[in-house]
């Protein structure tokens, strides 16, 4: 399976990899493990950092490094840290109590910070010093000096993007390739010039007009989780895909057994964009809570504040219950998911879509 196989190389030769997949970084999700079997299958393994601390990042990497030397993808939040808003943290403590009540719990002890961390001076020194070959960040970029850095380090970077005008304004500010992110993926919503969700766009719309507006090389996302949608994302523009929900069945994926069984039987409109989990938007499985509060809710407090008062409630029902207070994120091609290691599946993939596309 080489570049020439593929109808377009460029992300091939600017990450250097033998693949154009791309493992989504799945942050709590993905595990060093995954990381070095989509690398050494010939993708681009994705670590999520922005819920790890530096150390805990460090500790990664060193696994990562000693599984694989292949091209790796680090990837950073770039949200800016929230303002404290003491009566909209309170009036959410508020509206959560009756679930506290409901499992046994007090609802004015503590509760844990919520820790999502942006890239910052520290992250960037950690790239510096591990350099990998990518990394990728999400709602927008870092500021221009670290983002500076980051690419003195030898780094290509990347990040998402949900409308034509998000991807414009990333490569206008340096982007080697542009994440083009459908409404159909999972997780955090990657918008940044927009907080629009009634105006976001599908994959199969975003792609060509984001391949059409810019001259680096763009990056399928979103609702792509076989063959299929692997040859469609290059006929509609795309140098390269990137799936998340298709590696969450891998057994690699480091998933509570509730999200596990609600993507097993998830439904095409199964999933919706909800606020209610962090404080920003993004696609999960529809659960208890995101049907009790709404799917937007008003009162859910800043990202990543709206997570805190919901550990406790998620602690109980973890083990072996039915999810109703965990974000269950999925994109809407859950359905099309197979149970197979992370290194099998990027292989296996990657082959199917050689084969549809060699019958062209």
């Known amino acids: 399976m080489t570049k020439a196989n593929w109808p377009d190389g460029r992300i091939q030769e600017l990450f250097g990899i033998a693949l154009p997949l791309i493992q989504a970084p799945m942050a709590g999700v993905v595990t060093p493990q995954m990381v070095i079997a989509v690398s050494e299958a010939g993708g681009l393994g994705s670590l999520p950092c922005a819920m790890l601390s530096l150390d805990q990042t460090r500790e990664a990497l060193d696994i990562i490094r000693q599984g694989t030397s292949r091209p790796i993808n680090l990837n950073f939040f770039c949200h800016r840290p929230p303002q404290t808003d003491a009566a909209r943290e309170l009036a959410w403590r508020a509206r959560l109590a009756p679930y506290y009540v409901e499992q ?6 503590p509760v844990p910070a919520s820790n999502r961390r942006p890239f910052d001076s520290a992250f960037c020194a950690l790239v510096e010093e591990y350099k990998p070959q990518v990394v990728s960040f999400h709602f927008g970029l870092p500021e221009q000096a670290w983002l500076d850095r980051v690419k003195a380090a030898g780094a290509k970077v990347i990040a998402s993007a949900t409308t ?8 206008a500010h ?8 459908g409404f159909e993926a999972g997780g955090h919503r990657g918008n940044f010039l927009t907080d629009d969700m009634a105006t976001q766009v599908g994959t199969i719309a975003l792609v060509p007009q984001v391949a059409d507006a810019v001259k680096v090389p763009v990056i399928a996302a979103g609702g ?4 299929r949608g692997i040859v469609a994302a290059f006929a509609l523009g795309a140098s390269a895909v990137q799936m998340g929900t298709a590696y969450l069945f891998c057994p690699e994926a480091r998933l509570a057994p509730p999200h596990l069984q609600a993507l097993r039987t998830a439904a095409d409109d199964g999933t919706a964009i909800t606020n209610v989990f962090t404080g920003r938007p993004a696609r999960g499985i529809v659960n208890r809570l995101m049907r009790d509060l709404g799917l937007m809710s008003p009162l859910a407090p800043a990202f990543p504040l709206a997570g805190g008062p919901l550990a406790p409630l998620r602690n109980p029902s973890a083990p072996a219950g039915p999810g109703d207070f965990m974000s269950l994120w999925s994109g809407q091609a859950a359905r099309l998911g197979r149970e197979l290691p992370a290194g099998e599946l990027t292989q296996r993939l990657a082959s199917e879509a050689l084969a549809k ?3 062209g």
């Open 357 to 359: 596309l060699s019958r």
């Open 164 to 171: 034509v005008a998000e991807a414009r304004w990333l490569e």
């Open 104 to 109: 046994g719990l007090d609802p004015e002890a």
């Open 224 to 227: 792509i989780a076989d063959a």
């Open 174 to 181: 340096g982007c080697d390739a542009i994440i083009a992110m």
